[in-house]
Each structure stands twice: as C-alpha cells, then as structure tokens.
C-alpha cells in the first residue's frame, strides 16, 4: 500500500449511506423464479435402528437462497449444516416441511442434474489424473467426447491446473485435490453449486484462489450456497447468510447489514497534513460528536501474507522493506546506537 490513509470512526448521528439502504432493498425485491432453494418449515429427526427418535438436527428451518447469489450457511459442529444439504440433494428426506429446489420437490433427483456439489471431502479416484477423473464425471452425464473436452480444457483453466493435468492425482498436494474437486462438482456447468468447506486444507493463498473461483462464479450468473465455520472467508465471499446453531435458525441477512455498526461514522481520506487531521477533530468535537479514533488503518493478514509471497516470488532473496519499525533492516549498529543512548 503506496497511499497514506487516514480513518475517522465518530458515533453521533449514526446516518446509514443511501446507497447501502437502495441496496438492501433491491436484493430484498424479488420476482418470481429468482428464489432457487426454499425451505419450509424444515425439519430433520435422526432415529435409531428402533425408529426411536434420537437427534433433532434441524428445527423449522425457512430460508430463501435467491438466483444468483452466494448465500452462507453457518453454524458450529453439529448445528444441521450438511443435513441442510443432504435434504437439498434429496438424499435424505424431511421428518416435516419441504425443500424446493428449483420449484420443484428436492425428492425429485433429476434436478441434480443442475446442480454442483462439493463435499466436505472428495472420494475420488487416486490414479486417475485430472484429465481423466473429469473425463469419467463427464460421461456419467452422458455428455459426448467433443463436449467434454471443451468442458475439460475450461475446467482445468478455470481451476489453474493445465500443468498438472496428468499427474495422478495421490501425487496433488490438498489445495490440488480441493481445485479438481471443485472441477469435478463444475463438470455439467451446474446453475446451483452446494460447497461443503471449500477452504478447508488450503493454505492462504489457495484460500485466496478459491474464494476468487466463488466469486467468479457468481459473476457467471450461478448460485451458491457455502457452508463454512471459516467466519472471514464467508464475510469476504457470502451476500446474504443464515447462522443456524442446534438445529435452529438464529440469524438471516445480508452480510453487510448483519456486520454493520450502528452510530459510527466513518471516513476514509487520504494525503491529509496533520494540521487537516487536527481540523477534522476539532470539526467532529464542535458537532457533539466523540472522536473514536484518527489514525492509518490497518490492512488484513491475509493481505499482508499475499503481498509478502507476490514480492517473494517477483524478487526471490530480497528482504522485504517493511514499514514496521520492529522488522526494519538496521544499519550495522549506528541506529542501535544512538537509540538507546
Ligand atoms: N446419520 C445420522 N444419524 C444420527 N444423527 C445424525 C446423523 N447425521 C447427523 N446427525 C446428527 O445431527 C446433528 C446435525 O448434524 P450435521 O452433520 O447436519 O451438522 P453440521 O452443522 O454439518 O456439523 P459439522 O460442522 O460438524 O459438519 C448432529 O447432532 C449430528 O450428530
């Protein structure tokens, strides 16, 4: 980051950007078709061998995900994450309530036909190479030789894996296995995609990747439901979520409005002297306002992370030159020196 920036964060009159507000209401407007999957009055009874009831995963759920966006599903262990998607599927059927899936009833399969699915872990054939293990998905969907290779060839670009296409895949490192699996749920260009963890196992700049490919996705038109415990990247990635916990649904929303803090201003400036900085307090001070802080920002670990690696690569060897004073190269001593006398 070459530009100083300056935040002010100020509560006070606590005024929400219009924008923000047209938003909001434009995604809460909808037309008919533009919802993919609902849920209704939901509900999913484990019983035992005996039919005896033994756990209530999900509890009256009613959720909407809409056309065309990425809609988070999150919830600690055990919360009815993946019985959600199971009853999706149709895999599993409801105790009472219903799934629709494309207007239609989530028992009826051939819908999945349209619709991608990665789970939390991909069984897939260990030596095969990504060429053929998308090749044998793609003729499970009776698609013709010419069409899966087109289809092969976008997919391997897509998931950046043109050099290792013929590499058995016991050979890939995780974040490998994780993109030839994203591949394999992409094989039949599905309009919904089901993503079960999608970062788990990969490292930050494999997390970056796959939340690009997420996002790219939707920039294609497709709709998403992710379900993650990984709450930043669902906050990077997610428009609208649903936090269940126990079966229950606790929390529905868009993620900006969700995370939203109400009566803080803040505004981002940059190039200002001190003496603007000082103004701008005193400016806040005469309003009634109570300056929180006037300071640079910080940026994410993620980002610093990725930057250090893009530099490392760009430069191999070259120390980084780094703005914190505690990792700043020092001057054989001199600094040292004077610093401590
Ligand atoms: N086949 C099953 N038989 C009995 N109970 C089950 C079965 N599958 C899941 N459960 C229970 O249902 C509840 C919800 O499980 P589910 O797998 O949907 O949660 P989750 O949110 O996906 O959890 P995780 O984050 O650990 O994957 C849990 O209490 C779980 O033990």
């Known amino acids: 980051m070459d530009t100083e920036s300056t935040a002010v964060a100020q509560s006070g009159d606590g005024t929400q950007p219009d924008s923000e507000t047209t938003a909001a209401v434009t995604a809460a407007t909808k037309n008919p ?3 993919v999957i609902e849920t209704r009055n939901l509900s999913k009874i484990y019983k035992d061998f005996w039919g005896r009831k033994k756990v209530h995963a999900l509890k009256s759920l009613d959720i909407e995900v809409r056309k065309g966006e990425i809609f988070g599903l999150l919830g600690p262990n055990g919360s009815g994450k993946s019985t959600t998607i199971k009853l999706v599927l149709g895999l599993l059927f409801p105790t009472s309530g219903r799934v629709l899936v494309f207007d239609k009833d989530a028992s009826e399969t051939k819908k999945n036909e349209h619709i991608g699915y990665l789970p939390e872990e991909s069984y897939l054939y260990q030596f095969l190479n990504a060429e ?7 003729r499970l969907f009776d698609m013709s030789g010419e069409q ?11 998931v950046g894996l043109q050099g290792a296409r013929h590499r058995q895949l016991r050979e890939y490192s995780k974040g490998m296995r994780r993109r030839v699996g994203l591949a394999q749920a992409l094989i039949n260009d599905p309009d919904l995609i089901l993503l079960d963890e999608p970062t788990t196992g990969l490292d930050p700049i494999g ?19 992710l379900c993650s415990h990984q709450l930043g990247d669902v906050q990077d990635v997610c428009d609208r979520v649903a936090i269940l916990h126990q079966g229950e649904l606790k929390e529905l929303g868009r993620v900006t409005d969700l995370l939203k803090v109400q009566d803080v201003t803040e505004v981002h400036a940059s190039g200002l002297s001190e003496d603007a900085k000082r103004e701008i307090a005193e400016v806040i001070q005469r309003h009634g306002g109570d300056l929180k802080s006037i300071d640079n920002p910080t940026t994410t670990m993620e980002d610093l992370f990725l930057n250090i690696v893009r530099e490392s690569e760009a430069r191999p060897g070259a120390r980084r030159v780094s703005a914190s004073p505690e990792s700043a190269p ?12």
């Open 330 to 341: 020092t001057d054989e001593g001199s600094d040292t020196e004077s610093a401590s006398s």
């Open 132 to 138: 053929e293990t998308l090749d044998f998905y793609g």
């Open 33 to 35: 078709g533009d919802v």
């Open 207 to 225: 997390i970056r990747e796959m939340k690009d490919l997420i996002l790219a996705l939707r920039d294609q038109g497709k709709t998403i439901l």
């Open 148 to 158: 899966r290779k087109k289809r092969i060839e976008e997919l391997l670009q897509l």
